[in-house]
T-cell receptor, first 112, second 113 residues
Framework: DGGITQSPKYLFRKEGQNVTLSCEQNLNHDAMYWYRQDPGQGLRLIYYSQIVNDFQKGDIAEGYSVSREKKESFPLTVTSAQKNPTAFYLC???????????FGDGTRLSIL | SQQGEEDPQALSIQEGENATMNCSYKTSINNLQWYRQNSGRGLVHLILIRSNEREKHSGRLRVTLDTSKKSSSLLITASRAADTASYFC?????????????FGQGTRLTINP
């Protein structure tokens, strides 16, 4: 079945460590997105990409980095510069234009 | 930036009753979308209403949009226990190029059996 796969489901980060969250889609979508969700809150946009080898900062990009080397993949790295990384991270994709976004089941990141 | 504000923050009703959630936003939009999120899961798209539409239906869902008041409502009729979830509105801002959605903080809906 077509969809978005995020891994791992749970991730723990040590002080000073970078961690990478995986997002893979087989929907043949051009656009992909990363969101952060804090408890009881809505989603905030971290980065997005409309095409391979191109991506743009969202509203809260500081402390994060991304790459888009393949259409299917849009990994997110949470760097040590992100001082408050504990959150639920959601990846989404869309077919462009005004098509709705399809979401993965998220990665919950915690600090050790 | 959080453009959407949802009301109420939490809603608890009996199974079979109707549930109404409201969303207000600040700037002009291309469209407004509603999503559902079950606990610990990703979001699922429910319905999209364009800025030139006033009402849209999908099964037990009815969405209205009033662009003059910058507000929308989601009505779920004949609620079921499986409707228990958080519901988010998301606005697609005009002149932002890519589809950059701005989400509200959500309404947490509980359906009691």
């Amino acid at each position: 079945d077509g969809g978005i796969t995020q891994s791992p489901k749970y991730l723990f980060r040590k002080e000073g460590q970078n961690v990478t969250l995986s997002c893979e889609q087989n929907l043949n979508h051009d656009a992909m997105y990363w969101y952060r969700q804090d408890p009881g809150q809505g989603l905030r946009l971290i980065y997005y990409s409309q095409i391979v080898n191109d991506f743009q900062k969202g509203d809260i990009a500081e402390g994060y980095s991304v790459s888009r080397e393949k259409k299917e993949s849009f990994p997110l790295t949470v760097t040590s510069a992100q001082k408050n990384p504990t959150a639920f991270y959601l990846c989404a994709s869309s077919g462009g234009g005004y098509q709705p976004q399809h979401f993965g089941d998220g990665t919950r990141l915690s600090i050790l | 930036s959080q453009q959407g504000e949802e009301d109420p923050q939490a809603l608890s009703i009996q199974e079979g009753e109707n549930a109404t959630m409201n969303c207000s936003y600040k700037t002009s939009i291309n469209n407004l979308q509603w999503y559902r999120q079950n606990s610990g899961r990703g979001l699922v798209h429910l319905i999209l209403i364009r800025s030139n539409e006033r009402e849209k239906h999908s099964g037990r869902l009815r969405v209205t949009l009033d662009t003059s008041k910058k507000s929308s409502s989601l009505l779920i009729t004949a609620s079921r226990a499986a409707d228990t979830a958080s519901y988010f509105c998301a606005t697609d801002r005009i002149n932002q190029g890519a589809q950059k959605l701005v989400f509200g903080q959500g309404t947490r809906l509980t359906i009691n059996p």
